[in-house]
């Protein structure tokens, strides 16, 4: 029940990313403003969850949520082939989109040791794409999707698309499991009116996708950091190692155009050849 130690609440709420026109355009050709517009995003967030605290052989806090995130009209980032034969970026709009998730989170101050701090926090995402339809000419796309459902081009009744569904796809740069721990020990440094400190956190980031069209998955990694150090009034002084363990996953990137290969291989004119 609801007390001094324990709050529950539900949450509800709206959201709207504005719209807009693609200005990027390439091929050197002339572009309709009806072509270059994107819908404005739309997003209802629900929410459950509760925050407490505890005594458990010192104190303990400990906070959790349900929530639920409907998309309509989700903006994203995508790259086109268009009539030209030119690449390029745009950003457009997917049906819907779904994301339920749960977060735990819990810090610890233990009765039998002064001074220690324990915190974890851990994620569950379940986010994809719950509507979202292409229809491309391109083999490129066909080829990459595995997809064709052959449906008539609106602007020539004797020509064919193909329409690619991309309904399914999960979100991207959304892991599905996420983990962060961290432990702190803080102590004054004799009568100096000084403190030192040494604490170390490790995290933890399930594979999730470069891409909406699931093209590009980076791997699941750990990153563990310790630091060392000394907390005065007015100064601080710090010994630290960042990636203790020498983890060489790589934990981003984009597929945008790569402008440094452009300039070294093409020329700075060179257009957005380079991805």
Same mark, same amino acid.
């Given at each position: 029940y609801p007390s001094d130690d324990a709050l529950i609440y539900a949450s509800v709420a709206k959201a709207q990313k504005p719209a807009g026109i693609n200005q990027l355009s390439g091929g050197g050709s002339a572009e309709t403003i009806e072509a270059a517009l994107f819908l404005p995003e739309k997003m209802t967030s629900y *929410?459950?969850?509760?925050?407490?605290?505890?005594?458990?052989?010192?104190?303990?806090?400990?906070?959790?949520?349900?929530?639920?995130?409907?998309?309509?009209?989700?903006?994203?980032?995508?790259q086109v082939l268009d009539d030209s034969g030119q690449l390029r970026p745009i950003i457009s709009n997917a049906g819907g989109a779904q994301v339920f998730g749960v977060?735990?989170?819990a810090t610890w101050l233990p009765a039998a040791i002064e001074g220690l701090t324990v915190s974890l926090a851990y994620t569950f995402l379940d986010a994809q794409y719950t509507e979202w339809q292409v229809d491309?000419?391109?083999e490129y796309n066909i080829a990459r999707t595995?997809?064709?459902?052959?449906?008539?081009?609106?602007?020539?009744?004797?020509?064919?698309?193909?329409?690619?569904?991309?309904?399914g796809n999960g979100l991207e740069r959304s892991?599905?499991?996420?983990?962060?721990?961290?432990?702190?020990?803080?102590?004054?440094?004799?009568?100096?009116?000084? *403190?030192?400190?040494? *604490?170390g956190n490790t995290q933890f980031q399930d594979t999730r996708w470069l891409d909406p069209e699931n093209t590009v998955e980076f791997d699941s990694y750990w990153l563990t950091d310790v630091r060392l150090g000394l907390l005065a009034d007015r100064?601080?002084?710090?010994?630290?190692?960042?990636?203790?363990?020498?983890?060489?996953?790589?934990?981003?990137?984009?597929?945008?155009p790569d402008f440094?290969?452009?300039?070294? *291989?093409?020329?700075?004119?060179?257009?957005?050849?380079?991805?």
């Open positions: *929410e459950l969850g509760a925050k407490t605290s505890w005594t458990a052989a010192g104190a303990l806090q400990v906070n959790g949520a349900f929530f639920f995130q409907d998309y309509t009209d989700k903006q994203i980032s995508t977060e735990v989170e491309v000419g391109s595995q997809q064709c459902e052959v449906v008539v081009n609106p602007a020539n009744p004797n020509a064919r698309l193909c329409r690619i569904n991309f309904a892991p599905d499991n996420a983990f962060v721990g961290q432990l702190n020990y803080t102590r004054a440094l004799g009568n100096t009116g000084m *403190e030192w400190f040494v *604490e100064w601080d002084a710090l010994i630290y190692v960042d990636n203790m363990f020498d983890d060489d996953t790589i934990k981003t990137g984009g597929s945008g440094g290969a452009q300039v070294q *291989e093409l020329g700075f004119l060179a257009g957005f050849g380079v991805n």
